[in-house]
C-alpha cells in the first residue's frame, strides 16, 4: 500500500512532465490563429495607437 503512494504522484508528475512540448495540431491551431489576427487586422485596423498597443499586448501575453 505504501509503494502506490509513492508511485501514483511520481506516474501523475511524469504524465505532466510530458505534455511540454507543441504537438502538430497544436503548432497547426497557433498558426491559424495567427492568420485570423492577421485578417482580422486588414478588415478592421487599430484605430489609433490605444487599440493597436492594446493588441500587441494581447498577441504578447498568449
Known amino acids: ?13 511524469f504524465g505532466l512532465a510530458a505534455c511540454q512540448q507543441p504537438g502538430p495540431a497544436e503548432r497547426a491551431g497557433r498558426s491559424i490563429d495567427r492568420a485570423a489576427e492577421q485578417v482580422r487586422d486588414t478588415v478592421d485596423p487599430p484605430r489609433g495607437p490605444a487599440q493597436r498597443l492594446g493588441r500587441d499586448i494581447d498577441r504578447a501575453t498568449r
Open 1 to 13: 500500500m505504501s509503494a502506490i503512494r509513492f508511485l501514483l504522484p511520481a506516474l501523475l508528475v
